[in-house]
């Protein structure tokens, strides 16, 4: 596959042309590509470009800051369409502006935000966070396709009419299922699933996939290697590890540890040197009111965090033309100085937070014996040549760790090749591919069972039901095991159980009642025997519809009451993709389509 910055797109002929659109939706910037293919494309035959022009930039970025603004002002006020986005937003670097609400997308992480926001961001309410995503997502999506249909040369009307547009979205992968299932839906609100469903895949993943598909020869890495991934971006740092289990004809990984992650972004870095700047100057009227600050971040941000590699003799300045020699405050000749050092401090919190997850990432690896040969940096922050040394030290010189191709964009570039390869079947799907994963709960289900004195705990609750008129309790059913290895062609089912009178069903136009179960999950590590909220949590509720099998294939049984009634066992097979789940009914070996998920 190529890769490049043309602002003129090539013109596929022949086969279902489609437009294929990845983006990267990161907590402080994002990213999008894209590529024309069709389905009768050779694979490497696609090119790649990334947008790199926004509006109120001169210059080319292969990011946009992930703000907004409404009103023109960065007040709190959400009607209607946002004023400002991206760099629109950087005019006034204290005017509040709307950051970071991606990560309200996980419950989890609500409690902890409040404290680590930054200084200009505005803290939405939970039921804004939806709005901002999805008008987030929507401004980023207009412009896209307005630099993509440019790209066209003004032909666009003509080779463009009828092309159906799909689109990928990343998500972080240890996000839990109910924020990958609202990322989707914000996705599909901003117009992103106009043709098809909008894709999801986890952001490591995506950089895994681009690294294999770039770097496997330059990093010598063969079956049986394994790799972590370290995405390093500006809020978080995500995790995961891989073992090549082929690569030819096609390389395919599987997950040799589960994901982890945390808030150690290099925006926290920014947060330092901020909270730093503003002590040393307290008091000092001109640093403030005549922008001084502003400069100093904008350097910082531009300049100095990028470029420190660790050396403490080497220092660094701010402009501060006007202001007068106060050598106690380090201004001299028009510039603050920035000891090598100082920047030192800065970093080292950060630093010791990401390397904790390093470890824990290879410690896991371990556990299910593998050994880890190479750690790829990914993301932004991830381009540090700090931040790579000291994780070298860290893992020693048995393990090789490399910044990866493409840094920055490696991860909206590794989507869009797994967003291609889902499209192309058979013997032309391209070069990489994800074939197992490992669940990070326990997966189960509440069930009703002939209760057992033997078994059971008498005090929990029963009830009198069913054809065969005796007492019930309520167990839970685990059918996904924490730590368990996964594939997409292999989904897991498990087992359920209904019954009905036939009378009751007469009395309903001959309509079966739509049987409605939760799926729970449980992240300890010994399994629950009943369901229990302090040691469950409910992820979603399943609603299948029986009225979907032939009557003709269920079973009939007189039951103790003398009445006939309707045994119906069937399955509900769960599928883990990337970032996603579904359901399906199955009775007797056959499939009856999707079962409805809403997310609790």
């Known amino acids: 596959m190529s890769s490049g910055s043309s602002r003129v797109a090539p013109r596929p002929t022949g086969g279902d042309r489609k437009i294929l659109v990845a983006v990267d939706f990161g907590t402080t910037y994002s990213a999008v590509a894209w590529m024309q293919t069709r389905t009768n494309a050779q694979p490497g035959s696609q090119r790649t470009t990334v947008v790199d022009e926004w509006p109120d930039k001169h210059d080319t970025q292969d990011k946009v800051p992930t703000t907004l603004q409404y009103n023109g002002k960065g007040g709190e006020a959400l009607e209607g369409s946002p004023s400002n986005w991206g760099f629109q937003t950087e005019e006034d670097y204290q005017e509040p502006k709307y950051q970071w ?14 404290e680590k926001y930054p200084k200009t961001a505005i803290h939405p309410k939970p039921e804004h966070v939806e709005k901002l995503v999805t008008d987030y997502l929507r401004v980023l999506r207009e412009h896209a396709e307005s630099k993509i249909k440019a790209s066209f040369a003004g032909l666009e009307d003509r080779l463009l009419r009828r092309v159906p547009w799909e689109y990928i979205i990343t998500v972080p992968a240890v996000w839990p299922e109910i924020a990958q299932n609202t990322t989707r839906r914000c996705a599909a609100n901003a117009g992103m699933a106009s043709s098809s469903p909008v894709q999801i895949i986890t952001e490591p993943e995506a950089a895994g996939i681009y690294a294999l598909n770039h770097m496997a020869q330059e990093i010598n890495l ?18 995961i590890s891989y073992t090549i289990t082929s690569l030819k004809p096609v390389t395919r990984l599987e997950e040799s540890a589960a994901g982890n992650g945390g808030l150690c972004g290099s925006t926290f870095l920014d947060r330092y040197f901020d909270d730093w700047l503003r002590r040393r100057f307290s008091g000092f009227f001109k640093w403030e009111e005549d922008g001084y600050h502003a400069d100093a971040l904008a350097r910082w941000e531009s300049e100095i965090k990028r470029s420190f590699n660790g050396d403490t003799s080497k220092r660094f300045f701010i402009p501060a033309r006007g202001l007068p020699d106060t050598p106690d405050l380090g201004i001299r000749g028009g510039k603050v100085e920035v000891p090598g050092k100082k920047v030192k401090e800065l970093f080292d919190p950060v630093i010791s937070d990401i390397l904790r997850l390093v470890n824990s990432q290879i410690d896991e690896t371990i556990k299910n014996e593998k050994t880890v040969k190479a750690v790829l940096l990914a993301g932004g922050f991830g381009r540090n040549e700090y931040l790579k040394r000291r994780i070298q030290e860290e893992v020693g010189e048995a393990v090789k760790v490399e910044k990866m191709k493409d840094c920055n964009t ?5 989507a869009l090749i797994r967003g291609l390869a889902s499209k192309l079947a ?27 004195p033997a078994k059971h705990d008498p005090t ?18 685990w059918f996904l095991k924490k730590g368990a290895k996964i594939k997409e062609s292999e989904p897991a089912s498990f087992k359920y159980y209904y019954d009905m009178s036939e009378r009751d069903a007469n009395q309903q136009d001959g309509k079966l009642d739509l049987v409605t179960l939760t799926v729970f999950t449980c992240d300890e590590e010994a399994q629950p025997k009943y369901p229990d909220t302090r040691k469950c949590s409910q992820l979603v509720k399943l609603t299948a519809d029986l009225n979907k099998i032939p009557r003709e294939a269920m079973r009939k049984e007189k039951g103790a009451d003398n009445q006939w009634y309707y045994k119906i066992p069937f399955q509900i097979e769960m599928t883990c993709h990337s970032a996603d789940i579904s359901f399906d009914l199955i009775h007797e070996g056959t499939k009856y389509g999707s079962v409805k998920a809403v997310y609790m």
């Open 410 to 414: 490696a991860i909206v570039r590794g």
């Open 460 to 477: 929990r609750p029963k009830i009198a039901a069913g054809v065969e008129g005796s007492e019930r309790i309520e167990i839970m059913q």
């Open 222 to 239: 063969t079956v049986g290697d394994t790799f972590v991934i370290c995405d390093a971006g500006g809020g978080t740092v995500d995790l």
């Open 426 to 452: 058979g013997p032309r799907r391209p070069t990489i591919w994800v074939e197992s994963r490992i669940t990070r709960k326990h997966y189960g289900t509440a069930v009703w069972t002939i209760y057992d």
């Open 101 to 114: 609400f991606k990560l309200e997308l996980d419950p989890k992480l609500r409690n902890m935000l409040a």
